[in-house]
């Protein structure tokens, strides 16, 4: 048994090593056919079949049977795929892969304008391949190169600097946009002198011929030849203007300008509710005082620079007069109609008997202002300089009424008003009419007397006689 096993065994061993014997080896080379450099991860198929990629080294072994000629196929990014038949004894082969061509597209725009620069000269050298165009109409060219190479560029163009660059190829076609600065731009920028900010819609003048006007950030763009000298001159509203005369270098790409605020005269004039002059009010301009006003209540000021400020008049006895104004392109003349100030006004109602007088209506210039509280006295607020008058009813009083007159300036001010109570009528009648019926009683009762006393002396006067 175990005799027929060792038996088995070499069999099978004679056997594999016949096999062994009648395969072949094939090491496959991949490599660029103009550099020779070996190409890594190159797929490679045999009978359609994907069997592997090459190594680092640009390499790959296929081990077969050695009975039939095998269909080889090698792909790789880049490359025209390379395809033939190799003979079946045959152990090593070299496939020389060519490139791929793609389209290699350059645009080029204008950096100051955006637009397309047409007639642009645009020259590539690289793998082999020296080739140049010029840009059309819509600021394009192309070329036919090699994937994967490497390309210097270079732009020309009539008045712009030149650009150099260079350009990889991939494995697909590629779109590169430049761009190209004017050689003769200048750029200037206009900013308020004070603030920096950049002022919009500043014009600007080249030898008195009008150039254009700044945008939203203060710039202009200028072409202009370099090595020559001109006269600017820049203008805003309610700036004062630029002007000078420049010589611009070969170097000078960017001129920075700042403008002053133009002034102008601002006059204020106070004026009461009487239309009567307001002397001594101070005036203020976002909120530093400029002054006060003279006997004719004015205050000129000179030189206040355009823009928007916050006019403040005061005056004491008069409410605060405030207003914003625009100054700009010509002087002022403001006017500022003072109100008289309000004080604190507190109506007393008080009985004969200096006791407060509670529920009493006051009533102000004819209209009803209020009612007093348990204290006897009623709130408000009055203007000033000005006289009220005042008066108070209640039931069981007589009604009063005063002439209050309130100063200019007045913060807090006391009208007292004294009420005498009323009589009332029918009990002044009825009291009246007690009285008289006593009197006449007592009328009554004493001729009663007396005539009681003439006939008690009559019969003894008979009987004397």
């Not at 304008?113 to 165009?133: C, H, K, M, N, Y």
């Not at 991939?170 to 206009?190: H, I, K, N, P, T």
């Not at 008066?391 to 009083?397: E, I, K, M, Q, S």
């Amino acid at each position: 048994m175990v005799k027929r096993r060792l038996i088995i065994a070499l069999l099978v061993s004679c056997l594999l090593l016949c096999c062994t014997a009648q395969a072949v080896t094939l090491r496959i080379s991949v490599a660029d056919e103009k550099t020779g450099s070996a190409l890594v991860d190159a797929s490679i198929y045999v009978d359609g079949d994907y069997i592997g990629s090459t190594a680092s080294d640009g390499t790959y072994s296929y081990v077969h049977s050695g009975k039939k000629d095998l269909r080889l196929k090698v792909v790789r990014s880049g490359y025209r795929d390379w395809l033939d038949y190799v003979g079946a004894d045959r152990t090593g082969i070299v496939v020389n892969m060519a490139r791929k061509d793609e389209i290699l597209t350059f645009e080029l725009y204008d950096a100051g304008t955006l637009r397309p620069v047409v007639g642009a000269l645009v020259r590539i050298e690289g793998d082999g391949v020296s080739s140049s165009g010029t840009s059309g109409s819509g600021g394009s060219t192309t070329f036919t190169v090699r994937a994967g190479a490497l390309y210097n560029v270079e732009v020309r163009a009539s008045g712009y600097y030149d650009l150099s660059k260079t350009v990889q190829m991939e494995s697909s076609d590629r779109l590169v946009q430049y761009w190209l600065f004017s050689s003769d731009l200048l750029a200037v920028q206009v900013r308020d002198g004070a603030t920096s900010v950049p002022i919009e819609g500043a014009e600007v003048f080249v030898d008195g011929s009008r150039a254009g006007a700044t945008d939203v950030d203060g710039r202009l763009p200028l072409h202009l030849q370099r090595e020559k000298r001109y006269s600017l001159r820049i203008t805003a509203p309610d700036y004062q203007p630029y002007q000078e005369e420049r010589y611009l270098g070969a170097g000078d790409v960017f001129l920075p300008v700042h403008l002053s605020k133009s002034a102008y005269p601002v006059s204020v004039t106070a004026f009461c509710e009487a239309m009567k002059p307001v002397e001594g009010a101070e005036v203020s301009l976002n909120g530093t005082l400029q002054g006060k006003t003279n006997q004719y209540g004015r205050l000129a000021l000179s030189d206040i620079h355009a823009g928007t400020y916050e006019l403040l008049v005061r005056a004491p006895g008069y409410e605060d007069w405030s207003v914003t104004r625009q100054i700009s392109g010509k002087g002022e003349d403001i006017v500022a109609d003072l109100k008289y100030d309000r004080a604190s006004v507190t109506v007393r109602v008080e009985g004969p008997d200096r006791k407060a007088v509670a529920g009493a209506v006051i009533i102000i210039d004819g209209r009803t202002a209020g009612v007093t509280d348990s204290l006897g006295c009623f709130k408000t607020a009055l203007t000033t300089n000005r006289v009220y008058a005042v008066a108070a009813a209640r039931d069981g009083y007589q009604n009063v009424s005063v002439d209050a007159d309130i100063p200019l300036g007045t913060a807090e001010f006391t009208v007292p008003l004294v009420m005498e109570q009323a009589v009332n009528v029918w009990v002044l009648v009825a009291g009246i009419g007690v009285v008289t019926a006593v009197i006449l009683g007592a009328i009554f009762m004493v001729r009663r007397r007396q005539a009681g006393q003439s006939r008690s002396r009559s019969p003894r006067g008979r009987d004397g006689l």
